[in-house]
């Protein structure tokens, strides 16, 4: 099939499925485009870089960025806020009720002050604060649960046939060669075969989830037909993931999606408690087996990977040995730039690489000891949220505790804090928004007007916004108000 034809037919049966997707609800807003086409940008390639053709990193272009990037982020930003003002959104409650993350993204802000690019690391924390903005537009709409499976729904249509497309038809765009070997690997519609690994991490968690918390209804027509179109993902999904060779993404849906049925299962539904303590402990165990016995090396040996973990333990030591601030670091994204990203990429024989693989030293070496530290804080007030949930009737209860789970040991070989898919995926299930609203006023609403209430209780999964009530409530009897 010629390239051109096989465009128009993935654009033909990308509006197709857009149009008549069987979980496309309508009740949406029209508003959580504007998270779909960033996170698209944040799992895909920069504007630039699809209009150009080009990704290379050139230490220059990292300082300097493009306008053209600037302007299409800065024109999301811009919507997101319009939208959260025109929701009347309540700034105050948003912080009380997420204090753990908002010292952690004021200290990356302060980390400017001793930045050795602090207009470079402003336009960074800027552009970063639309992870949160957007984040925040999908929790606050009046559906939220529903506005999570849209976004990620949607996303997973865009990138995963996308990738497909390209890796096929359009392999200068779909493939890389590695300079010195000529040994290809597939990135689809990425930059790298770890970034399509994490993009087919997050569809595979994705329509698990969906199609685990819609199965006890998969004999009505629309949730069979639905259930079907996420089988058909899922193998798609699993497709990318094996012509990406991303062992971290593969051993981490793999655990994601253990999570999941763990959680839907009757055994831990009837004893949350134990899978809520189980999770902590097999991480605390791992890192006393990984740091105290070597067990790193033997897993990815298990998994037909190199027992150096692909050269990321040398790298772990060559950074550690440039010596950054232990307490503070180096400013918040300022460590990759400019005399220490050139002498890493001249002597250290590992190319021009711009990341720790290492989630834990990234934060390190950018915020320091401190910056760890309150990232750990915000990592437990989130498992904290998400433990809440667990106790009750929530579906997204297993969303949260999966992409939890998969965050902290994925950023055991990749940096995916701060910023990408699984940051924002783990963003959505675990931020709490404005105040809680009783189990009776919602009963209550629901009885009087089903229409107006989202379809999972509100004060639950870690999101509480009491704008969705509104509504409900002036459609309430007198004697309810």
């Keep these: 099939m010629p390239p051109s034809l096989a465009l128009c037919l993935w654009f033909i049966l990308l509006v197709a499925l857009l149009r008549f997707d069987p979980a496309r609800d309508s009740k949406v807003s029209f508003a959580v485009w504007v998270p779909v086409m960033w996170m698209f940008i944040v799992g895909s390639r920069l504007p630039s870089q699809w209009l150009g053709g080009q990704v290379a990193q050139v230490a220059q272009v990292l300082e300097e960025g493009n306008p053209l990037d600037r302007t299409v982020d800065l024109v999301l930003i811009l919507l997101a806020l319009a939208i959260l003002v025109s929701r009347s ?3 105050g409650g948003f912080i009380s009720r997420n204090l753990a993350l908002t010292a952690l993204l004021s200290f990356a802000l302060v980390s400017l002050c001793w930045s050795d690019f602090p207009f470079v690391a402003l336009k960074r924390w800027f552009r970063d604060l639309g992870n949160y903005l957007v984040v925040l537009v999908v929790l606050s709409d009046p559906r939220p649960l529903e506005a999570v499976r849209s976004v990620l729904r949607r996303l997973s249509y865009l990138l995963i ?3 497909i497309l390209l890796i096929k038809y359009y392999p200068q765009l779909g493939k890389q060669w590695e300079t010195w070997t000529g040994a290809d690997s597939y990135v689809g519609a990425t930059t790298s075969k770890n970034m399509l690994g994490l993009v087919c991490l997050v569809s595979g968690l994705f329509f698990c989830w969906d199609t685990v918390t819609r199965w006890p209804e998969r004999k009505q027509r629309r949730t069979k037909r639905i259930i079907l179109v996420n ?6 999904t699993l497709w990318v993931l094996n012509l990406a060779h991303s062992a971290t993404s593969s051993v ?3 655990l994601g999606c253990l999570v999941i049925a763990a959680v839907n299962s009757k055994v831990f539904q009837r004893h949350p408690g134990f899978l809520k303590a189980l999770i902590p402990a097999c991480f605390c165990a791992y890192l006393i087996l990984a740091f105290g016995f070597n067990i790193n090396g033997e897993l990815a040996g298990a998994v037909g990977r190199d027992p150096t973990l692909t050269g990321r333990a040398d790298i772990w030591k060559i950074l550690l040995s440039m010596h950054t601030n232990p307490l503070v670091g180096t400013g918040y994204e300022s460590f990759w730039l400019g005399s220490r990203l050139q002498w890493f990429w001249q002597n250290s024989g590992y190319g021009h690489l711009n990341e720790a ?6 934060v390190y070496l950018n915020l320091g000891l401190i910056g760890v530290l309150l990232l750990v804080g915000f990592l437990i007030a989130s498992y904290r949220n998400i433990c809440k949930t667990l106790n009750s009737s929530s579906s997204l209860a297993s969303l949260a505790l999966a992409t939890w789970a998969v965050l902290v040991f994925y950023n055991m070989t990749e940096a995916a804090f701060m910023g990408g898919l699984l940051w924002l995926m783990v963003l959505m299930s675990t931020v709490s928004l404005a105040e809680r609203v009783t189990n009776r006023v919602q009963r209550i609403a629901a009885f009087d007007n089903p229409d107006t209430v ?3 209780p509100l004060e639950t999964a870690g999101v509480h916004t009491g704008r969705a009530v509104q509504p409900m409530l002036s459609s309430l009897p007198n004697r309810f108000r």
């Design 89 to 91: 959104f309540k700034w």
């Design 161 to 163: 046939p996308l990738s």
């Design 231 to 236: 089988f058909a993902f899922i193998a798609l």
């Design 252 to 254: 981490c849906l793999v």
């Design 357 to 362: 693989h290492n989630g834990y030293l990234q």
């Design 454 to 456: 989202a379809t999972f």
